[in-house]
């Protein structure tokens, strides 16, 4: 992305145009632009997303929408950012508990608009409303003498986790709009898979399977997130807590 595209888009993110407060309500604004657009992605899927179709729900132009969005990728920026903007700050309290909580919230954005994870992540311009989210999460963490590193790592561990748990989950749901065919069914069907799970080739996996093991899994959420808590907890709680090995460079 060129540095006058890269302006460009933080410009309209983090200086979005004023809305009349007063008078009648303008017939069509980059609010109600980003919204219509979140409505296709999450009933449709990202991939369904164009500017006519937008166009089309809100019963105007495409030409319309390109005087307050300048195109869809900018939308696309827009719509990630009032997504974030649907999550909320974590109480005071324990920091544990803070940071289930911040979880939980990114957890339930990702399950009402699973299409953000089909985006690319990397070099995306971050909105006010995503830092905002991010600010809070740091502010849970600030007061147990971390470094400014290690509190940003804190966060961010979390942060993938979550990200993790979240692209398989919407990986699972593009399938299933996709095809029509659940999660369980698709697995139900693969019948010439599990012919070939024999001891002698898959002893483990054998032994979990007739015991019942993959009929009850544990919640890849919840279980997941304790673990990661557990881990950091460690660290958090270590009286001679033990140096981080520093990124480096690919």
Not at 161 to 185: C, I, L, N, P, Q
């Given at each position: 992305m060129?540095?006058?595209?890269?302006d460009?888009?933080?410009?309209?993110?983090w200086?979005?145009?004023?809305?009349?407060?007063?008078?009648?309500?303008?017939?069509?604004s980059?609010s109600r632009?980003?919204?219509?657009?979140?409505?296709?992605?999450d009933?449709?899927?990202?991939?369904?997303?164009?500017?006519?179709?937008?166009?089309?729900?809100?019963?105007?132009?495409?030409?319309?929408?390109?005087?307050?969005?300048?195109?869809?990728s900018?939308?696309?920026?827009l719509?990630?950012d009032?997504?974030?903007?649907?999550?909320?700050c974590?109480?005071?309290?324990?920091?544990r508990?803070?940071?289930?909580?911040?979880a939980?919230?990114?957890w339930?954005?990702?399950?009402?608009?699973?299409?953000?994870l089909q985006?690319?992540?990397?070099?995306?311009?971050?909105?006010?409303?995503a830092m905002?989210?991010?600010?809070?999460a740091?502010?849970?963490v600030?007061e147990?003498?971390?470094?400014p590193e290690?509190m940003?790592a804190?966060v961010?561990?979390?942060?993938h986790?979550v990200?993790?748990v979240?692209?398989?989950?919407?990986d699972?749901?593009?399938a299933?709009?996709?095809?029509?065919?659940?999660?369980?069914?698709?697995?139900?069907?693969?019948?010439?898979l599990w012919?070939h799970f024999t001891?002698?080739?898959l002893p483990?996996?054998t032994h979990?399977w007739?015991?019942?093991g993959?009929?009850?899994?544990?919640d890849?959420?919840?279980?997941?997130?304790a673990?990661?808590?557990?881990?950091?907890?460690?660290?958090?709680?270590?009286?001679?807590?033990?140096?981080?090995?520093?990124?480096?460079?690919?």
């Amino acid at each position: 992305m060129k540095q006058n595209d890269r302006d460009r888009a933080v410009r309209l993110l983090w200086e979005p145009p004023a809305e009349p407060t007063r008078g009648p309500k303008a017939a069509l604004s980059q609010s109600r632009v980003v919204e219509a657009a979140m409505k296709v992605a999450d009933a449709e899927g990202v991939d369904a997303l164009t500017m006519r179709r937008v166009a089309e729900t809100l019963g105007f132009t495409t030409m319309s929408l390109y005087r307050h969005v300048p195109g869809k990728s900018e939308l696309l920026d827009l719509m990630v950012d009032a997504a974030w903007g649907e999550t909320v700050c974590a109480p005071k309290g324990p920091w544990r508990e803070g940071m289930e909580f911040y979880a939980r919230e990114v957890w339930k954005m990702y399950r009402a608009h699973p299409w953000i994870l089909q985006l690319p992540q990397a070099r995306r311009t971050p909105g006010p409303r995503a830092m905002a989210s991010f600010d809070c999460a740091l502010a849970v963490v600030s007061e147990l003498g971390l470094k400014p590193e290690e509190m940003v790592a804190v966060v961010t561990a979390v942060g993938h986790f979550v990200d993790g748990v979240g692209r398989t989950m919407a990986d699972r749901v593009k399938a299933e709009r996709e095809t029509g065919v659940s999660e369980e069914a698709w697995w139900e069907g693969q019948d010439s898979l599990w012919a070939h799970f024999t001891p002698d080739r898959l002893p483990w996996m054998t032994h979990i399977w007739n015991a019942g093991g993959y009929e009850r899994p544990l919640d890849e959420f919840e279980f997941g997130l304790a673990r990661v808590l557990d881990g950091i907890a460690v660290f958090v709680e270590s009286e001679d807590r033990p140096e981080v090995r520093r990124e480096t460079c690919l």
